[in-house]
């Protein structure tokens, strides 16, 4: 029998990272994985024990190159990132240390693996698109870079690093730009878990069968985490280095659509109101990806429906709430 194939995630007991590190103990991979000071484990409490973590800031270069050089990883997944798109507005430099410098570390000590490293996965986002005409138009791969956020701009200062240490440094890096996915365990501040416990508060009697909610108007491309980590991992197998890949459902979906199909699923009779203040300045109406590549190259497809995904989140927040 052969050893195992050995993983390093960056980000693991995060809301994406702790969904790859259970896909990745599955499909028979060694998982190490990196914590950042005071992160939480709950994510990946469950097969906790069965996991390699160290607990660092990656914006340590040198604790970074050292865990790096002793595990020998196979494969990189780069996952850690200020990933919130919103409170980057807050939180600009911070955004900036971690998506960009944090980055930089990461290339820097895979330099040091040299033809050890099958491939490292570097993980970008739709955010980088920004605003772009016509409005609604299909995204490829080869649409421009016109970031609105600083969340946006950072990812595409870590895109533009990582063609940097492909070309000159000979670093297997590949790209995946992932558009919206939810899941159960993803935090409230994000649209479909928000919605989902405010529903769960409602049905337990908690709260007043009112939900508050922003603009409905906008639609997004989503998916569920669960596809989309199977895709980092077929990105790693089967990806081509120096190239980028989007992962979507190829959809756009409304917000209202999804709170009416989550409100179908309720038990209980709720009354929705509109709050001017939970608004968010969008200046994209309408995204939407085109998967094709991916699933060429990658023979990446889509297991998980919608209405699966909406279905899950909504017991998982039932059974947080109790």
Same mark, same amino acid.
């Given at each position: 029998m052969g050893t195992k194939k050995k993983a390093l995630i960056t980000g693991i007991a995060g809301f994406a990272g702790s969904y790859l590190a259970g896909h990745l103990l599955d499909n028979g991979y060694d998982v190490y994985g990196i914590l950042a +000071?005071?992160?939480?484990?709950?994510?990946?409490?469950?097969?906790?024990?069965?996991?390699h973590l160290e607990r660092f800031d990656i914006l340590k270069?040198?604790?970074l190159a050292k865990m790096i050089k002793a595990t020998t990883p196979d494969y990189i997944f780069h996952l850690?990132?200020?990933?919130s798109v919103g409170r980057s507005f807050?939180?600009?430099?911070?955004?900036?240390?971690i998506n960009f410098f944090g980055t930089l570390n990461v290339f820097e000590a895979a330099v040091s693996l040299k033809s050890s490293l099958?491939?490292? !996965?570097?993980?970008?986002?739709?955010?980088?698109?920004?605003?772009?005409?016509?409005?609604?138009?299909t995204l490829t791969e080869k649409?421009?870079?016109?970031?609105?956020? +600083?969340?946006?701009?950072?990812? !595409?200062?870590?895109?533009?690093?990582?063609?940097?240490?492909?070309?000159?440094?000979?670093?297997?890096? !590949?790209?995946?730009?992932?558009?919206?996915?939810t899941g159960p365990g993803q935090t409230d501040t994000f649209v479909v878990p928000s919605f989902c416990r405010q529903i769960a508060l409602i049905e337990r009697g908690r709260v007043k069968s009112i939900m508050r909610v922003g603009d409905l108007s906008a639609s997004r491309d989503l998916s569920d985490v669960r596809d989309i980590v199977a895709g980092y991992r077929l990105a790693a197998i089967k990806g081509k280095p120096g190239e980028t890949y989007q992962l979507c459902s190829g959809n756009s979906v409304s917000i209202k659509s999804v709170l009416d199909k989550l409100l179908k699923l309720s038990t209980a009779d709720i009354k929705v109101q509109i709050d001017k203040s939970r608004f968010?300045?969008?200046?994209?109406p309408i995204l939407k990806g085109d998967c094709s590549k991916s699933k060429r190259q990658l023979g990446w497809k889509m297991h998980y429906s919608l209405d699966k995904t909406l279905n899950d989140t909504l017991l998982y927040w039932r059974n947080i709430i109790g």
């Open positions: +000071p005071g992160e939480k484990k709950d994510n990946i409490r469950p097969f906790e024990e069965r996991l270069p040198t604790r850690a990132a200020f990933s807050e939180n600009e430099r911070l955004s900036y240390n099958k491939k490292l !996965v570097f993980i970008s986002s739709a955010d980088i698109y920004g605003t772009f005409t016509p409005k609604g138009k649409q421009p870079y016109n970031p609105l956020s +600083p969340y946006g701009i950072s990812k !595409v200062a870590g895109e533009l690093l990582a063609r940097h240490y492909h070309r000159n440094k000979a670093i297997p890096i !590949v790209i995946i730009r992932s558009f919206n996915h968010r300045k969008s200046d994209i």
